[in-house]
């Protein structure tokens, strides 16, 4: 365990495309309970799930964790990662939303080396290569344009970057952002001090504010990710992903 790392979920029920998703069964295990178990498996650090509602402490508390009430004032999922991180002295602070149920330990530990690694970076996250097709238009799929060093240069709901029929470049991927963060314990509380910026409006992707106000964040390339739930029609998505995932085990 990294003593010096705190993973923090930020668990909003009232969440406005599907309300209480993070309870929502996949497989008979609510999505909440999916991140903190994967997150316990990190073995990064402590871990703190943070959220609004009764209803998901009650939950969260059921299965074990250390689950805490933060204000329904709360903005975004960082804001509600800092009110449940004050206090406390880790160093780096982990955003690891709660509506990623297959988010994977070593997804979060290659994340956090990558940002140990690269001292000019302030935040850390991770991308895939896209392989569906239909992800490259869906603007709930969060698409990356990273430099050749792995920083990210913009993050956006459109296919990005724009494959020109006359670049020359006929295989370029597209990749796919995994929806956490890995900050810096100075950048974080920088990052909820700074007003919402224009681009983060626009697209509605807080990580965004970062970029327009000249923090690095550094990205961990992984082999694959699995859906995140955002609408209720991730449930189906979220089914077919776990059966593809046994049959290639052969269970």
Same mark, same amino acid.
């Given at each position: $365990?990294? #003593?010096? =790392? ?10 406005? &495309? ?13 999505? /909440? %309970? ?9 073995? /990064? ?7 609004? +509602?009764?209803?998901? @402490?009650? *939950? ?5 964790? &250390? ?28 955003? *690891? %939303?709660?509506?990623?149920?297959? $988010? ?16 000019? =970076? ?13 992800? !490259?238009?869906?603007?709930? =799929? ?12 913009? *993050?956006? &709901?459109?296919? !990005?970057?724009?494959? +020109? ?12 952002? =995994?929806? *956490? ?8 509380? #920088?990052?909820?001090? /700074? ?6 409006? @626009? ?38 992903? /776990? ?9």
């Amino acid at each position: $365990m990294v #003593k010096d =790392c705190l993973i923090v979920i930020p668990a909003r029920y009232g969440s406005e &495309r599907f309300p209480g998703k993070v309870l929502a069964p996949i497989a008979g295990k609510p999505v /909440l %309970q999916w991140c903190w178990e994967a997150a316990v498996r990190s073995g /990064l650090g402590e871990v703190i799930i943070a959220t609004e +509602h009764e209803k998901v @402490l009650g *939950f969260a508390r059921s299965i074990g964790a &250390r689950a805490v009430l933060t204000s329904p004032r709360c903005q975004s999922g960082t804001d509600r990662v800092y009110e449940a991180a004050r206090g406390t002295r880790a160093g780096f602070v982990v955003n *690891f %939303q709660g509506d990623e149920p297959f $988010m994977t330990s070593a997804t979060l530990v290659k994340s956090f080396k990558k940002l140990e690694d690269s001292p000019d =970076c302030a935040i850390a996250t991770a991308c895939a290569r896209i392989k569906n097709a239909a992800d !490259i238009a869906n603007p709930n =799929c969060v698409k990356i344009a990273m430099s050749g060093e792995g920083r990210a240069l913009y *993050f956006s &709901r459109c296919p !990005i970057p724009f494959h +020109h029929p006359l670049s020359g470049l006929k295989s370029y991927p597209y990749y796919k952002h =995994c929806g *956490f963060y890995i900050y810096r314990r100075a950048a974080l509380e #920088k990052f909820v001090k /700074l007003e919402p910026s224009p681009l983060e409006r @626009l697209e509605r992707l807080e990580q965004l504010r970062a970029l327009e106000n000249g923090m690095k964040i550094v990205v961990a390339e992984v082999p694959e990710l699995g859906p995140a739930i955002d609408v209720p029609a991730d449930l189906g998505s979220a089914a077919a992903y /776990l059966r593809r995932a046994k049959r290639q085990k052969g269970t």
